[in-house]
C-alpha cells in the first residue's frame, strides 16, 4: 500500500516496521519469534507438497540411472554428474548457460508469481517450517507455552525438553549435512566415511561434522534470519516485483479502516478485526497488512489464520490472499495478459533450451592438432603427409574404441601405433599420418575433414589443416 493510498483510505500510516528488520528490537538486539502453529488449507497442502520434496531430496543420493548417481556434485574432484550422465568441466559452458539460464527464469518467475519458490519449495523453508518447527511444536508446545518455558528458571522440565529437543535437531541436522555431502562425494564414500575408523577419513568426517553444525545452528539458532538477512533472493524482491506480481497480500481495501466494530460501534470498518492473529502466525514476525516486505516468504501461514478469524466472524474468507496488488487496488481478478503469457513462455523455452543441452551434449570431445614443429613430407608419387596428435575424452562410463577415418579429401589416415582405445571417463592421446595426393592439394594449407567414430557410430567431425608445398 502506498502512502497516498493510506492517505486517501484514511490509514495511519505505520512506517516503524521500514525502519528495521521485525525480528530486531529498537535496540538493535535479536527478538526471538514465536510464532503460532498454522493450521488451514494452505498449511495442509504445504505438508503434503513438504514430504514430496523431502522424499525427492533424501532418496536422490540412493537413486541411480545405469548404476550412476541420478546426481552427484563433486566439487573437489571436478566430476559432474547429473540424470546419470557425466559432466567435465570442458562441459562448463553448458553449466554457464545453464546458470544464465536460471537467473533470467528465478527473475521471470519472481515477476510473476513472487515468492512462490520460497514459501512452497525452497529447502530452508521445508527444512525450518515442516520439521524443526514442527518438532518444537511437539516438544515445547504452540507459542505461549514456548514463550513461557523460554522464560522460566531451570527445571527438571525445561533441562528434559531442552535435552531431547536439541537432540533430535543435530540428529536430523545430521542426516540433513550427511545428505548434502553424499551429493558431493557420493552415498558409497559417504558410508565408507560412516563405516570406517575416524583416522581413515579425518577429512571427511570434520566435513561432516562441519556441515552437521552448521545446520544445527540454522534450524536451532539463526532461523529465520537466513531469509531476512543472508539470503540474497528476498533482497532482490523490491526490484523484481511490480503491482501484477501475485503475492501473499493483505486486501486493504476490504480490510481497512481496521478494528472490532463492536467496541467502536459509531465508527465505520472494514473486514479485519484486527485481531492479529496473521502477525502471532508469521514466522518472520511481520504485520502483513503493513504490505509487501522483504521478510515476507508467502509461506501462506498468515492466510490460514486470516481464514479461520473470517470464518467465525462469518465474512468471507481471502481477507489476506494470493493477489496482485492491482487485483487488490481495482478489484479486478488477476488474469493471464499478455505480460504473463510472453514471460510464461520465455521461462518454457529456456527450461526447454537447458534440457536441449543436457540432451544433445557429445560423449565425447575430440582435439586433433598437427604436430608441433613438423612440416610436411613429400613421399614418392607427389604424395605428402601430415603427423596430427589426437587426444580424446570419454566421457561416458563405457570403455570406446576410437576409429578415425579422413572424409574429405580423398586420402589416406593411418594411425601410429595401436589403436585408440580410450576407458571410461578418461582420456587417451595419439598420433597420426594423414596422406594425399598432390592433386588434391589447394595450397600451402589445405582443410580437411576428420570423422569420429567408435562402434561404427559416428561420434563427431572435425576440421583441421594440411599442410603442403606452395604451388
Ligand atoms: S488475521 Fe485477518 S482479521 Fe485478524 S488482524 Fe490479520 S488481517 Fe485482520
Ligand atoms: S506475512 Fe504471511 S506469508 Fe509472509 S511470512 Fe508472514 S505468515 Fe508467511
Redesign the pocket.
Known amino acids: 500500500m502506498t502512502e497516498l493510498e493510506r492517505k486517501v483510505m484514511n490509514i495511519d500510516p505505520p512506517s516503524e516496521f521500514r525502519d528495521r528488520i521485525a525480528s530486531i528490537d529498537d535496540s538493535g538486539k535479536r527478538k526471538w519469534v514465536f ?1 503460532l502453529k ?1 493450521a488451514g488449507r494452505f498449511y495442509r497442502a504445504r505438508i503434503w507438497v513438504s514430504y514430496l520434496l523431502l522424499a525427492i531430496m533424501f532418496s536422490g543420493p540412493f537413486l541411480t540411472i545405469n548404476g550412476r548417481p541420478v546426481l552427484l556434485l563433486n566439487i573437489l574432484e571436478r566430476k559432474f554428474i547429473i540424470l546419470g550422465m557425466a559432466f567435465w568441466p570442458q562441459d562448463s559452458y553448458i553449466f554457464v548457460l545453464a546458470t544464465l539460464a536460471f537467473i533470467v527464469g528465478i527473475i521471470l518467475f519472481t515477476v510473476l508469481y513472487g515468492r512462490l519458490f520460497c ?1 512452497w519449495a525452497c529447502p530452508q523453508t521445508i527444512f525450518m517450517e515442516m520439521v524443526f518447527r514442527r518438532i518444537e511444536y511437539l516438544i515445547d508446545g504452540n507459542a505461549n507455552k514456548q514463550r513461557k518455558l523460554a522464560k522460566q528458571a531451570w527445571n527438571i522440565e525445561k533441562i528434559l525438553k531442552r535435552f531431547l529437543k536439541h537432540g533430535i535437531f543435530f540428529g536430523f541436522s545430521f542426516i540433513i549435512g550427511n545428505t548434502l555431502l553424499a551429493y558431493i562425494i557420493g552415498i558409497d564414500e559417504l558410508f565408507n566415511i560412516i563405516l570406517d575408523p575416524v583416522s581413515e577419513h579425518v577429512t571427511g568426517f570434520s566435513i561432516m561434522l562441519l556441515f552437521s553444525g552448521m545446520f544445527y545452528f540454522i534450524y536451532a539458532s539463526f532461523r529465520e534470519q537466513v531469509c531476512t538477512q543472508v539470503c540474497p533472493y528476498g533482497r532482490f524482491q523490491s526490484v523484481l516485483l511490480d503491482d501484477k506480481s501475485i503475492v ?1 497480500g493483505y486486501d486493504f481495501v476490504r480490510g481497512e479502516k481496521r478494528g472490532n466494530p463492536k467496541k467502536n460501534s459509531l465508527d465505520t470498518f472494514g473486514d479485519c478485526i484486527d485481531c492479529h492473529q ?1 502477525v502471532h ?8 497488512r503493513n504490505g509487501t ?1 522483504l ?9 490460514d ?1 486470516c481464514d479461520s478469524v473470517m470464518t467465525r466472524v462469518k465474512k468471507p474468507i481471502g481477507l ?1 490472499r494470493y493477489a496482485s496488488h492491482t487485483e487488490i487496488l481495482t478489484g479486478a481478478k488477476d488474469r493471464m495478459d499478455f505480460r504473463n503469457i510472453g514471460y510464461s513462455a520465455i521461462l518454457f523455452a529456456l527450461v526447454f533450451f537447458f534440457f536441449f543441452l543436457l540432451m544433445t551434449r557429445s560423449d565425447v570431445e575430440t582435439t586433433i592438432l598437427r604436430s608441433y614443429g613438423t612440416l610436411y613430407q613429400e613421399l614418392e608419387n607427389k604424395h605428402y603427409t601430415n603427423l596430427y596428435s589426437v587426444k580424446v575424452l570419454n566421457k561416458t562410463f563405457d570403455e570406446m574404441p576410437i576409429r578415425l577415418e579422413l572424409l574429405e579429401p580423398k586420402g589416406d589416415l593411418n594411425i601410429v601405433g595401436k589403436t585408440l582405445v580410450v576407458p571410461s571417463q578418461d582420456i587417451t592421446e595419439g598420433a597420426f599420418f594423414v596422406d594425399l595426393k598432390g592433386r588434391f592439394l589447394t595450397g600451402t594449407e589445405t582443410k580437411i575433414k576428420i570423422a569420429v567414430y567408435s562402434n561404427e557410430h559416428l561420434l563427431e567431425t572435425l576440421k583441421t589443416s594440411f599442410s603442403g608445398p606452395r604451388n
Open positions: 510464532p498454522p514459501g501473499v496473521c502466525v508469521c514466522p518472520t514476525g511481520i504485520d502483513i516486505q521478510e515476507c516468504i508467502n509461506c501462506t501461514a498468515c492466510i489464520a489476506i
